[in-house]
Protein backbone atom coordinates (compact mmCIF):
# COMPACT_ATOMS: atom_id res chain seq x y z
CA UNK A 1 0.00 0.00 0.00
CA UNK A 2 1.58 3.49 -0.86
CA UNK A 3 2.75 5.58 2.07
CA UNK A 4 -0.28 8.01 0.91
CA UNK A 5 -2.77 5.50 1.99
CA UNK A 6 -1.60 5.65 5.30
CA UNK A 7 -1.49 8.88 5.57
CA UNK A 8 -5.17 9.72 4.42
CA UNK A 9 -6.37 6.55 6.79
CA UNK A 10 -4.25 8.11 9.86
CA UNK A 11 -6.71 11.02 8.62
CA UNK A 12 -9.89 9.20 9.01
CA UNK A 13 -8.69 7.99 12.52
CA UNK A 14 -7.57 11.50 13.54
CA UNK A 15 -11.48 12.63 12.94
CA UNK A 16 -12.59 10.21 14.65
CA UNK A 17 -10.45 10.59 17.92
CA UNK A 18 -10.67 14.52 17.37
CA UNK A 19 -14.28 13.67 18.33
CA UNK A 20 -13.14 12.23 21.48
CA UNK A 21 -11.21 15.34 22.38
CA UNK A 22 -14.14 17.86 21.87
CA UNK A 23 -15.65 15.12 24.77
CA UNK A 24 -12.69 15.64 26.56
CA UNK A 25 -12.25 19.31 26.02
CA UNK A 26 -15.91 19.94 27.39
CA UNK A 27 -16.35 17.57 29.97
CA UNK A 28 -12.83 17.48 32.02
CA UNK A 29 -13.06 21.34 32.84
CA UNK A 30 -16.27 20.00 34.34
CA UNK A 31 -15.22 17.13 36.21
CA UNK A 32 -17.82 15.13 34.03
CA UNK A 33 -16.76 11.24 32.84
CA UNK A 34 -15.28 11.08 29.87
CA UNK A 35 -17.57 7.79 29.17
CA UNK A 36 -21.20 8.59 30.58
CA UNK A 37 -23.58 10.02 29.55
CA UNK A 38 -23.26 9.16 25.96
CA UNK A 39 -22.65 12.05 23.75
CA UNK A 40 -25.81 14.69 23.59
CA UNK A 41 -26.38 18.28 22.72
CA UNK A 42 -25.46 20.37 25.21
CA UNK A 43 -28.52 22.73 24.88
CA UNK A 44 -31.48 20.37 24.66
CA UNK A 45 -29.47 16.84 26.60
CA UNK A 46 -30.90 15.03 23.76
CA UNK A 47 -28.16 11.75 23.17
CA UNK A 48 -26.94 11.91 19.75
CA UNK A 49 -27.65 9.69 16.57
CA UNK A 50 -25.21 7.64 14.56
CA UNK A 51 -25.40 10.33 11.59
CA UNK A 52 -24.47 12.68 14.58
CA UNK A 53 -21.63 11.66 15.02
CA UNK A 54 -20.04 11.42 12.00
CA UNK A 55 -17.04 13.38 12.30
CA UNK A 56 -16.46 16.81 10.30
CA UNK A 57 -19.63 15.83 7.73
CA UNK A 58 -22.01 16.17 10.37
CA UNK A 59 -21.55 19.45 11.26
CA UNK A 60 -22.22 20.30 7.41
CA UNK A 61 -24.74 17.92 7.27
CA UNK A 62 -26.55 19.23 9.97
CA UNK A 63 -25.80 23.26 8.82
CA UNK A 64 -24.02 23.81 12.33
CA UNK A 65 -26.94 23.42 14.56
CA UNK A 66 -29.01 20.46 16.61
CA UNK A 67 -31.28 18.44 14.84
CA UNK A 68 -33.40 18.39 17.88
CA UNK A 69 -33.32 21.91 19.49
CA UNK A 70 -31.89 24.41 16.16
CA UNK A 71 -29.92 25.05 18.77
CA UNK A 72 -25.97 26.56 17.00
CA UNK A 73 -23.62 24.32 17.28
CA UNK A 74 -19.88 26.07 17.80
CA UNK A 75 -17.37 25.41 14.51
CA UNK A 76 -14.85 25.04 17.35
CA UNK A 77 -16.02 21.22 17.02
CA UNK A 78 -15.33 20.30 13.45
CA UNK A 79 -12.24 22.59 13.62
CA UNK A 80 -10.94 20.48 16.64
CA UNK A 81 -11.84 17.00 14.83
CA UNK A 82 -9.81 18.51 10.95
CA UNK A 83 -6.98 19.54 13.11
CA UNK A 84 -6.66 15.88 15.06
CA UNK A 85 -6.85 14.98 11.58
CA UNK A 86 -4.20 17.09 10.25
CA UNK A 87 -1.96 15.90 13.17
CA UNK A 88 -2.34 12.01 13.14
CA UNK A 89 -1.76 12.48 9.64
CA UNK A 90 1.44 14.39 9.90
CA UNK A 91 2.82 11.76 13.01
CA UNK A 92 2.42 9.13 9.93
CA UNK A 93 4.22 11.31 7.67
CA UNK A 94 6.58 11.82 9.67
CA UNK A 95 7.15 8.00 10.07
CA UNK A 96 5.19 4.73 8.38
CA UNK A 97 6.15 2.85 11.52
CA UNK A 98 5.14 2.24 15.29
CA UNK A 99 6.76 5.59 15.43
CA UNK A 100 3.56 6.93 14.41
CA UNK A 101 1.21 5.69 17.40
CA UNK A 102 3.07 7.51 20.32
CA UNK A 103 3.51 10.76 18.03
CA UNK A 104 -0.07 10.28 17.59
CA UNK A 105 -0.69 10.47 21.40
CA UNK A 106 1.55 13.18 22.12
CA UNK A 107 -0.01 15.44 19.19
CA UNK A 108 -3.59 14.39 20.53
CA UNK A 109 -2.53 15.67 24.22
CA UNK A 110 -0.93 18.54 22.97
CA UNK A 111 -4.59 19.88 20.70
CA UNK A 112 -6.45 18.75 24.00
CA UNK A 113 -4.58 20.90 26.35
CA UNK A 114 -4.27 24.18 23.90
CA UNK A 115 -7.95 24.00 23.86
CA UNK A 116 -8.50 23.37 27.69
CA UNK A 117 -5.81 25.86 28.58
CA UNK A 118 -7.20 28.30 26.51
CA UNK A 119 -10.98 28.07 27.87
CA UNK A 120 -9.89 27.55 31.84
CA UNK A 121 -6.22 28.31 32.17
CA UNK A 122 -5.69 25.18 33.33
CA UNK A 123 -3.65 21.99 32.16
CA UNK A 124 -4.85 18.42 33.33
CA UNK A 125 -2.42 16.34 34.85
CA UNK A 126 -4.05 13.09 33.25
CA UNK A 127 -3.40 14.70 30.13
CA UNK A 128 0.25 15.12 31.06
CA UNK A 129 0.71 11.52 32.39
CA UNK A 130 -0.99 10.21 29.05
CA UNK A 131 1.73 12.02 27.27
CA UNK A 132 4.35 11.08 29.45
CA UNK A 133 3.51 7.25 28.92
CA UNK A 134 3.84 8.14 24.90
CA UNK A 135 6.97 9.57 25.07
CA UNK A 136 8.40 6.51 27.80
CA UNK A 137 7.16 4.07 25.44
CA UNK A 138 8.78 5.65 22.13
CA UNK A 139 11.77 6.05 24.02
CA UNK A 140 12.06 1.96 25.31
CA UNK A 141 11.20 1.29 21.53
CA UNK A 142 13.43 3.44 19.98
CA UNK A 143 16.10 1.66 22.07
CA UNK A 144 15.20 -1.96 22.01
CA UNK A 145 13.57 -2.20 18.50
CA UNK A 146 15.10 0.51 16.77
CA UNK A 147 13.68 -0.77 13.20
CA UNK A 148 10.18 -0.94 14.30
CA UNK A 149 10.66 2.47 16.34
CA UNK A 150 12.55 4.59 13.97
CA UNK A 151 12.93 8.04 15.52
CA UNK A 152 15.86 10.65 14.34
CA UNK A 153 14.81 13.62 16.19
CA UNK A 154 18.73 14.72 16.52
CA UNK A 155 19.17 10.82 17.51
CA UNK A 156 17.30 11.24 20.83
CA UNK A 157 18.69 8.86 23.26
CA UNK A 158 17.35 8.75 27.17
CA UNK A 159 19.97 11.01 28.69
CA UNK A 160 18.95 13.27 26.08
CA UNK A 161 15.56 12.73 27.17
CA UNK A 162 16.33 14.00 30.90
CA UNK A 163 18.14 17.19 29.79
CA UNK A 164 14.82 18.10 27.68
CA UNK A 165 12.90 17.50 31.13
CA UNK A 166 14.69 19.44 33.06
CA UNK A 167 15.69 22.02 30.11
CA UNK A 168 11.87 22.21 29.44
CA UNK A 169 10.60 22.24 33.26
CA UNK A 170 13.49 24.43 34.69
CA UNK A 171 13.42 27.80 33.21
CA UNK A 172 9.42 27.93 33.68
CA UNK A 173 9.81 27.00 37.17
CA UNK A 174 13.02 29.65 37.98
CA UNK A 175 10.75 32.26 35.74
CA UNK A 176 7.62 31.82 37.85
CA UNK A 177 9.72 31.55 41.73
CA UNK A 178 11.28 34.83 40.73
CA UNK A 179 8.31 36.56 39.94
CA UNK A 180 6.65 35.45 42.92
CA UNK A 181 9.22 36.35 44.65
CA UNK A 182 9.59 40.02 42.78
CA UNK A 183 6.49 41.11 42.09
CA UNK A 184 4.03 38.52 44.08
CA UNK A 185 2.20 36.79 41.01
CA UNK A 186 2.92 33.96 39.52
CA UNK A 187 4.86 33.81 36.16
CA UNK A 188 4.01 30.62 35.30
CA UNK A 189 1.58 27.52 36.31
CA UNK A 190 2.57 24.55 37.59
CA UNK A 191 0.72 23.25 34.81
CA UNK A 192 3.02 24.55 32.01
CA UNK A 193 6.01 23.22 34.00
CA UNK A 194 4.69 19.63 34.09
CA UNK A 195 3.59 20.22 30.07
CA UNK A 196 7.24 21.13 29.24
CA UNK A 197 8.77 18.21 31.16
CA UNK A 198 6.58 15.82 29.31
CA UNK A 199 7.88 17.41 26.29
CA UNK A 200 11.36 17.18 26.52
CA UNK A 201 10.84 13.67 26.18
CA UNK A 202 10.20 13.37 22.68
CA UNK A 203 12.16 16.80 21.96
CA UNK A 204 15.02 16.72 24.26
CA UNK A 205 17.27 19.68 25.26
CA UNK A 206 17.77 21.33 21.89
CA UNK A 207 14.43 21.09 20.39
CA UNK A 208 12.64 22.48 23.59
CA UNK A 209 14.95 25.05 23.27
CA UNK A 210 13.41 25.79 19.92
CA UNK A 211 10.24 25.44 21.15
CA UNK A 212 10.68 28.07 23.73
CA UNK A 213 11.28 30.31 20.84
CA UNK A 214 8.77 29.62 18.83
CA UNK A 215 6.13 30.23 21.93
CA UNK A 216 7.23 33.66 23.52
CA UNK A 217 7.64 34.47 19.81
CA UNK A 218 4.08 33.68 19.18
CA UNK A 219 3.00 34.56 22.63
CA UNK A 220 4.70 38.25 22.46
CA UNK A 221 3.12 38.65 19.19
CA UNK A 222 -0.57 37.91 20.43
CA UNK A 223 0.06 39.88 23.60
CA UNK A 224 1.08 43.00 21.80
CA UNK A 225 -2.19 42.68 19.42
CA UNK A 226 -4.64 42.10 22.86
CA UNK A 227 -3.13 45.72 24.13
CA UNK A 228 -3.03 47.38 20.91
CA UNK A 229 -6.89 46.24 20.48
CA UNK A 230 -7.76 47.16 24.03
CA UNK A 231 -8.46 43.76 24.94
CA UNK A 232 -6.30 43.31 27.65
CA UNK A 233 -3.73 45.37 29.57
CA UNK A 234 -0.62 44.98 31.02
CA UNK A 235 -0.10 42.54 33.60
CA UNK A 236 -3.55 40.51 32.51
CA UNK A 237 -2.65 36.93 32.68
CA UNK A 238 -2.89 34.87 29.59
CA UNK A 239 -2.90 31.49 29.56
CA UNK A 240 0.33 30.46 27.83
CA UNK A 241 -0.24 26.48 27.55
CA UNK A 242 -1.74 27.01 23.49
CA UNK A 243 1.91 28.54 22.80
CA UNK A 244 3.97 26.48 23.99
CA UNK A 245 1.96 23.54 22.26
CA UNK A 246 2.13 26.01 19.30
CA UNK A 247 6.23 26.17 19.73
CA UNK A 248 6.51 22.58 20.57
CA UNK A 249 4.99 21.53 17.13
CA UNK A 250 7.18 24.22 15.62
CA UNK A 251 10.42 23.02 17.05
CA UNK A 252 9.03 19.17 15.60
CA UNK A 253 8.49 19.85 12.06
CA UNK A 254 10.90 23.42 11.65
CA UNK A 255 13.10 23.59 14.31
CA UNK A 256 16.20 20.98 12.92
CA UNK A 257 16.09 22.64 9.49
CA UNK A 258 16.15 26.29 11.54
CA UNK A 259 18.76 25.33 13.87
CA UNK A 260 20.92 23.47 11.14
CA UNK A 261 20.68 26.88 8.85
CA UNK A 262 21.31 29.25 11.84
CA UNK A 263 24.54 27.35 12.91
CA UNK A 264 25.80 27.01 8.76
CA UNK A 265 25.36 30.88 9.18
CA UNK A 266 27.35 31.37 12.39
CA UNK A 267 29.92 29.02 10.72
Known sequence: MPEIMFVIIAFLFGLCFGSFANVIIYRIPKKISIVTPPSHCPSCDKRLGIIDLIPLLSWFYLLGKCRSCKKKISPIYPFVELLCGLLFA??????????????????????AITFIDAYTQEIPDGLVITGAVAGIVLLAGNYFLPHAFPYEMYKLTWSNALLGVVAGAAPLFIIDRLTLLLIK??????????????????????????????AFFIGAIYAVYLMASGKAKRG????????????????????????????????
Not at 95 to 106: D, E, G, K, N, Y
Open 90 to 111: SAVYYSVSLTAFPLAIFMFVLL
Open 185 to 214: KDGFGYGDVKLMAMVGLFLGWKMILMSFFF
Open 236 to 267: TYMAFGPFLCLGVLGAFWFGENILSWYLGVLA
